[in-house]
């Protein structure tokens, strides 16, 4: 089969096509002939091995993960002895990404615990986007943030695949008043997501506007814990998702003093892969959830497409055409 073969830390640029053997699905696997992949964070870190956390996991010199991509759909061609909720023919996709990657690939195998049913209005392509992005938004919002319809929300790096989502979900829960924080590029695709109200970085910063919030999700931590604490309305809370890694565990270690004292929360969101998505399938059923998406691309294009979204110069979630 066809993939993007990793060899070294070299980033897109050390990314080369080739071919390998088609993998053969043990009695727990399910092969999936893959359709679509996206290019998500963890490929971009992954191909170049930084942050250093990131050698930690997929090894110190050379990347162990063959063949990157983290989240893909496609349809179900055989399964193992001792699968029991798919069967040939299923569409699916998932997070892949902690089982090996291989998203950018005709085809892989995982175990059927790294798969989704796809509603079968949803496209290939939609379903790249979901699985990562939506459930750090809803995790993010929901069960850490704890979400109050009548509460003020601010979403920073918000013309990503977690802010738009998390607008979308936010809005779905009864949310109103929700600002959006990203370059002035993203306004149109952030004002359709659903925020009322939107900030360009690069002219204005968000904790020094004198607005407060009830709660902040943001995907780019990447200040003082104490500037985000004075936006903060009394009882409100700071949820990450991501972000500069020093500033992380800043966070990390403060957050249950600074509760302590200010009775503000600061945490971090520790995503559950592929947990939640029947809210988000049903959300999307319903016409609550529309996916931003760039391409498709082909799969030779893949390290071009990597480099863009490594530039910050894509416009949604940036999806490869595998098939
Ligand atoms: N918690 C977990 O378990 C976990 C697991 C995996 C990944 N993650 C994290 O999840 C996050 C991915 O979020 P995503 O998919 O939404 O990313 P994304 O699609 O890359 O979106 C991030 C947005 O932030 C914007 N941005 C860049 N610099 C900014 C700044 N200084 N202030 C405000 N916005 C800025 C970017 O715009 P530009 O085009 O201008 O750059 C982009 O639109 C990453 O932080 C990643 O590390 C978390």
Not at 251 to 256: D, E, K, M, T, V
Not at 258 to 286: C, H, P
Request: proline share 6%; aromatic share 8%.
């Amino acid at each position: 089969m066809k993939a993007i073969i990793l060899s070294q830390y070299e980033g897109p640029d050390g990314l080369k096509v080739g071919e390998v053997d088609k993998p053969q699905p043990t009695d727990t696997q399910v092969l999936v002939r893959i359709k679509a992949a996206a290019i998500n964070d963890w490929d971009w870190g992954l191909v170049r091995g930084t942050p250093f956390y990131i050698r930690l996991l997929a090894g110190l010199f050379r990347p162990r993960v063959q063949i990157p991509g983290a989240e893909m759909s496609g349809v179900v061609e055989a399964v193992g002895k001792g699968v029991t909720r798919f069967q040939p023919d299923d569409a699916v996709y998932g997070d892949i990404s902690e089982c090996g990657f291989g998203g950018f690939a005709q085809y892989v195998c995982v175990p059927e615990t790294a798969l989704i049913r796809k509603p079968e209005t949803m496209t290939f392509e939609e379903a790249t986007a979901i699985p990562h992005a939506a459930a750090l938004a809803l995790q993010g919002l929901r069960d850490v943030g704890q979400l109050q319809p009548e509460g003020k929300l601010l979403i920073n790096g918000a013309g990503g695949g977690v802010g738009t989502i998390g607008a979308q979900i936010a809005r779905s829960m009864g949310a109103e008043d929700i600002t959006g924080v990203d370059h002035g590029d993203k306004f149109a695709v952030m004002r359709q997501a659903g925020f009322g109200a939107v900030l360009d970085y690069t002219r204005e910063d968000f904790t020094a506007s004198g607005q407060r919030y009830d709660l902040i999700l943001d995907t780019k931590t990447n200040r003082p814990p104490f500037r985000y604490l004075r936006v903060l309305k009394p009882g409100g809370a700071y949820v990450t998702v991501g972000g500069n890694t020093g500033r992380l565990l800043q966070i990390f270690f403060l957050g249950p003093l600074i509760r302590f004292f200010t009775g503000k929360r600061l945490s971090i969101v520790a995503l559950k892969t592929n947990q939640d998505m029947d809210f988000l399938n049903s959300l999307y059923e319903k016409g609550g959830l529309k996916l931003f998406l760039e391409g498709p691309y082909p799969l030779v294009e893949v390290p071009g497409a990597l480099s863009r979204f490594g530039a910050g110069k894509h416009l949604g979630k940036v999806i490869i055409r595998t098939d």
